[in-house]
Nanobody
Framework: QVQLVESGGGLVQAGGSLRLSCAAS??????MGWFRQAPGKDRDFVAA????????KFADAVKGRFTISRDNAKNTVYLQMNSLKVEDTAVYYC?????????????????WGQGTQVTVSS
């Protein structure tokens, strides 16, 4: 079992930046992902990264604005969010799964954090 704890959320103005962190403990996992869920909407894929960090995947909505990285020595995955938009407002969740494939589907991830709120104001 992997325990995931997100941090770094907050309130930011449109155009600003935030960096989310996800600290993992317990049995190590391979692929890590970030998802987000706005009120009344489904949980959407944001980004994913492989164990080595050599492979990444992004949702079209965040390409060119968000980057994902990991520090395996610290068991931490990061989501750097730049040029934030009001529509990026959501609860952001970190997720982990065994295996190397970077699935953009929430159903493929077995372990989840509690989420961190990101609010972008206009």
């Amino acid at each position: 079992q992997v325990q995931l704890v997100e941090s770094g959320g907050g309130l930011v103005q449109a155009g600003g930046s935030l960096r989310l962190s996800c600290a993992a403990s317990g049995r190590g996992s391979s692929a890590m992902g970030w998802f987000r869920q706005a009120p009344g909407k489904d949980r959407d894929f944001v980004a994913a990264i492989s164990w080595s960090g050599s492979s990444t995947k992004f949702a079209d909505a965040v390409k060119g604005r968000f980057t994902i990285s990991r520090d395996n020595a610290k068991n931490t995955v990061y989501l750097q969010m730049n040029s934030l938009k009001v529509e990026d407002t959501a609860v952001y969740y970190c997720a982990a799964r065994e295996g190397s494939v970077l699935y953009p589907s929430a159903t493929m991830y077995a372990n989840w954090g509690q989420g961190t709120q990101v609010t972008v104001s206009s």
